[in-house]
């Protein structure tokens, strides 16, 4: 029988614990009615972890992480830790340990459930059916480049510095993983650059090029970021694969969000290198964030995590069938009609994080019947 795989999970703060439970639950019925089988271990990060240890990524949960097949995190942040120094505070957290990870791949795809087609903020029309994968470099570029700083200068005067670097190999190795995943889906990757002002996207943009000739079959287009958050609401629906660095995949993200309907809806993954053995370090996250402000309530909306979940059975494991399952079971709930607040419409039956949880796990029974 194969080795239980051991799973980190990293509830952090706000409404982190709160959606972590609710797949808690998943993973416990993975055990119970699949093959599948977790050593289910919990770590601190961010807020939680510098209340109880003082640091926003104590080494106690490093090790564990590297230890870890795969790491499943929550959210980090929130406004009672808004004053401590910047090196303290609950987001080192999180940029630490993908850090120290490598994970220098961010998967963002932003689907659009049917049912939810009505939930977005954009015309149905521009949104039904939408399906695209947002690549994000997670390691690089302005998060991490040096010198970086606040300078306090003679004349009483002060200066911010952040620098934006990119190497060839740091933009070859996000530009394969793109390339890859165009392969599987629909064979076309847009870069997203600032080609036209920032010369790291220049040669971002050459160095993309050049990869693109290991994959003949993927048409390669480039596109300017400020043009691309103008067609993201325009017409997402032109996009397949987008590749970007670390900044402005944060920002046309979130954007991307928005267009499902809810930020409570879009799971992430971010993946390493994998090491000679063919493990690969990953961590797997909802795109939202901590939500200070209704933490707590239980109305966050689970599904995001979730959906997290069963993109780490995919991308970790190749547990392909079991990720399908949850994520059919994500589909037949939202067509039942129930809705947490964040995606609730009228006709709707708004229901609690734990319903929500529940409501899953009902539709994973019937699905093994
Ligand atoms: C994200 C978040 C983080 C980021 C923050 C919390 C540091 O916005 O994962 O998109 O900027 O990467
Ligand atoms: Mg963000």
């Known amino acids: 029988m194969a080795a239980n795989k051991k799973l980190l999970l990293l509830p952090g703060d706000g409404i982190g614990p709160e959606v972590i439970a609710e797949v808690r639950r998943v993973v416990d019925w993975m055990g119970q009615r699949r093959s599948v089988r977790f050593d289910v271990k919990e770590g601190l990060i961010g807020g939680a972890a510098i209340d109880a240890t003082g640091h926003p ?26 004053s401590l120094p910047f090196n303290l505070q609950p987001e080192r957290g999180l940029l630490g340990i993908r850090k120290e990870l490598g994970l220098f791949a ?54 911010g510095v ?33 080609a036209n002002v920032l010369e790291t996207t220049v040669m971002w943009r050459e160095e993309m090029e050049l990869i693109k000739s290991e994959f003949p079959d993927v048409e390669l287009s480039h596109m300017y970021v400020d043009n691309a958050a103008m067609q993201l609401v325009r017409n997402p629906k032109q996009f397949d694969v987008v590749v970007t660095t670390n900044m402005f995949g944060d920002i046309l993200s979130d954007c991307a969000a928005m267009l499902t309907g809810s930020l409570g809806m879009l799971p992430s993954a971010s993946l390493g290198e994998a090491d000679p053995s ?19 309530q239980g109305i966050a909306n689970p599904l995001a995590t979730i959906l997290s979940f069963s993109m780490l059975l995919r991308y970790s494991f190749d547990i392909d069938e079991d990720a399908d399952m949850i994520e059919q079971a994500v589909k037949n709930v939202l067509d039942s009609g129930m809705r947490t607040e964040d995606i609730m419409e009228t006709g709707r039956t708004k229901v609690s994080t734990g319903e929500m949880g529940e409501a899953v796990l009902k539709e994973l029974d019937k699905l093994v019947a």
């Open 57 to 82: 990524l104590p080494d106690e949960t490093l090790s564990a992480a590297k230890n870890s097949d795969a790491i499943l995190l929550g959210a980090v942040g929130g406004p009672k830790w808004g």
């Open 106 to 159: 961010n998967l963002r795809p932003a689907l659009v459930f049917d049912a939810l087609a009505n939930a977005s903020t954009l015309k149905e029309e521009v949104v039904r059916g939408l399906d695209i994968m947002i690549v994000r470099e997670l390691t690089g570029g302005i998060y991490f480049g040096e010198p970086r700083g606040i300078e306090d200068k003679p004349d009483g005067t002060r200066k």
């Open 278 to 296: 063919g493990r690969c370090p990953a961590l797997y996250e909802p795109v939202h964030g901590s939500a200070p402000d209704i933490a707590g």
């Open 162 to 194: 952040n620098t934006l670097t990119y190497t060839s190999p740091e933009v070859h190795r996000i530009g394969r993983t793109a390339f890859d995943l165009a392969q599987k889906r629909k064979k076309r990757v847009c870069s997203i650059d600032k």
